[in-house]
Structure formats: C-alpha cells, structure tokens
C-alpha cells in the first residue's frame, strides 16, 4: 500500500485549520512568510490567488515531499478593500458601511506538489448581503463576538450570522477563509481521497 502523502497547511489562520480538521485528514501547520500588500492595480481575485500560491510556494523548502495548502482572502465593498479592522472602533466603521448593502469576498486555494512543483489554483468568489442594522446592534454583536481578525467584521461561523440576510456563492466555506469543495477536488487529483 503506498504511502499517504504529507499534507500541510501553510497558514497560521485557526478558521483555515479548523476548516481543514472537516476532512479528517492528517496536516501540519506551517507559517508561511509572504508580504500580503497588494500590487498596484491588482484585482482582489487576482490579489488572493497571488498570495495563496505564495503561501504554498513559502514553506515548500522545509517540506519537500508534501502537499502544501495555501489560501488567501480578499473582501471588497464597492471596490475598495476591507481589511480585518483590528479593533472595536474600525469593526463599527465596517459594519456601518456594510449595513443594507454587499460585500464581495475574493477566496482563493493553491495545492502545491512540493515533490515535482505542480500548482493547482481556484478562486472561489462569494457574495453577502448584509442586513440593514442599527449601532445599537452593531455595539451587541461586536461586544459579544469581538471579530477583529475578520474581513468585514462579521463571523458568518458565529454570531455574525444575524447580520447576513444572504450569501450567493458555489462553496459556503470560501466565506470563512478556505473552499473545501475545491480543495477537495484538488486533493482527489493530486492522488488524495478525502472519503
């Protein structure tokens, strides 16, 4: 019987390893080291798939033989960026502008054979439409979920749920930082049943 491939997961993200603890496959976590700045006149969607193979493409030299999983997000709300807001007050600031209107979210997911180089690659787009709420609300849910490590301010995994009236996309985990059904579909190709 052949040897199962070592499976890593460039990323020091708990959503993204959390994600990846669905599939049930063995991984290790690896930090990878990209600068994450967008080029000048970068598409988010090309941003995001940038970074991910980047990601991948950082730690390939400490593991050689593996198959590394990068991912990156990029949110936008009417073409700008919405980073993740760090704190309380920029938290507020992104839910006001996000309320009664959508946001796009740009995941993307690299699979990278370390062994003979070969890069798979997919963004997987989402949209939310947000809710219309009021500060009182906006003040309740970040006392409660704190989400300044997220795009957007709203833990769709959590509390930030009621905020979201829809989400359109082909992949729910793409909203949460990594699209598994097309990881999947990677991994299968790379030799790597899930089930």
């Known amino acids: 019987m052949a040897q199962p491939r070592r499976l890593v997961l460039a990323s020091t993200s708990a959503y993204r390893k959390a994600l990846l603890e669905r599939l049930a496959l063995a991984f290790e976590l690896a930090r990878p080291q990209v600068d ?17 193979a980047l990601k991948a493409q950082s730690v390939r030299a400490a593991y050689r033989d ?9 949110a936008t709300r009417a073409g700008r960026v919405l980073g993740k807001p760090g704190d309380h007050l920029n938290a507020a600031r992104q839910l006001r502008s996000l309320s009664g209107k959508s946001a796009d979210f740009h995941t993307a997911v690299a699979l ?12 997987v787009p989402c949209r939310v439409h947000f809710r219309t709420f009021d500060d009182a609300r906006i003040e309740s849910y970040l006392r409660r979920e704190q989400p300044f490590d997220c795009a957007g301010s709203a833990k769709a995994e959590g509390l930030g749920i009621v905020l979201i009236a829809r989400i359109e996309t082909d992949d ?4 949460i930082g990594l699209p598994l059904i097309a990881l999947t579909a990677m991994l299968e190709r790379a030799g790597v049943p899930v089930i």
């Open 36 to 52: 994450e700045r967008p080029l000048a006149g970068e598409a988010p969607a090309d941003t995001a798939l940038r970074l991910a």
């Open 66 to 74: 593996a198959l590394i999983i990068g991912s990156d997000q990029v």
């Open 112 to 123: 990278l054979d370390a062994a003979n180089g070969r890069m798979q690659t997919e963004v």
């Open 172 to 175: 729910p985990t793409s909203l």
